[in-house]
């Protein structure tokens, strides 16, 4: 299955493996597919950095009073329909002990105060839910527009990636993970290997377009994720990312790499 000619196909899987969703062979298919080809390792790298990034922002919440007072009402009711249970079992040979036809008067009475007693205990399990659910109900209305901000500033924090390319080794090791922020006009990158360039070199990141010359896309400082700002205009219909290793401080951007090329990869567009 080659999942880059269906890139909604694609985001899809990646977001139910990183989720964790993704399970038996389909999950194993999926990693498969994720050794071989580099698109849709990016694509699973991307999502669980995205999940993750969801988490940190979630905050905290304690469940209301409500819930614990549900739950002991529901615990409680078990236990007296055990204990009515085992009355009733109890029961059964006492009748028997009689004339083996009809149970004494004091076997019917207690009966009958056993039936109105669960009866009772019904009726009040029934008020307990009604109240516990119109409480529920009133704290969700009340805690809905707040909520609802929540969510939205989140999603407005969430990258909107457009490109992401894995750009690896000829040896076809992850080094560096290229993501494209079309909210932001910014290239983030991401150290995934253990590569680690010397104090008097640098690396420079490339576009490889169709048909013209290497052009610079910006110079590489030693941290593990960096910004660089870029317009969409510089990676739209490049279909390949490379970075070189270069003197401190980069080379020229249009005179191409001077120094070996370490890193390539291809640069996919998702689907928004």
Do not use: C
Request: aromatic fraction near 4%; charge should be positive.
């Amino acid at each position: 299955m080659n999942l880059s000619q269906s890139p909604e196909l694609l985001d899809r899987l990646a977001a139910a493996y990183a989720l964790g969703t993704l399970r038996g062979g389909a999950r194993r298919r999926f990693e498969t597919l994720a050794r071989e080809h580099a698109g849709v390792r990016a694509a699973a790298l991307v999502w669980q950095s995205r999940w993750s990034g969801l988490t940190e922002l979630q905050a905290e919440q304690a469940p209301p009073p409500e819930v614990w007072l549900r739950i002991h009402n529901l615990v409680q009711a078990e236990k007296e329909r055990e204990a009515m249970r085992a009355a009733r079992q109890g029961a059964v040979p006492a009748r028997a002990e009689g004339d083996g036809h009809h149970s004494g008067p004091g076997g019917w009475l207690r009966s009958v105060r056993l039936w109105r007693g669960a009866a009772a205990l019904g009726a009040l399990a029934t008020v307990a839910a009604v109240v516990v659910g119109l409480q529920m109900h009133q704290r969700l209305q009340q805690d809905s527009g707040a909520q609802i901000a929540q969510l939205r500033q989140q999603l407005a924090a969430t990258p909107q990636v457009r490109y992401v390319a894995v750009l690896a080794d000829a040896k076809a090791a992850p080094s560096m993970l290229v993501t494209f922020d079309a909210q932001k006009n910014a290239l983030v990158l991401q150290r995934v290997g253990g590569f680690q360039e010397g104090s008097d070199h640098s690396l420079q990141l490339w576009a490889l377009p169709p048909g013209s010359g290497p052009r610079s896309l910006g110079v590489l400082g030693p941290q593990a994720l960096l910004t660089l700002a870029t317009p969409e205009s510089a990676v739209k219909n490049v279909p390949t990312l490379a970075i070189s290793l270069e003197p401190q401080g980069g080379v020229p951007g249009d005179k191409g790499p001077t120094g070996p090329v370490l890193f390539t990869g291809a640069l996919i567009e998702r689907m928004l």
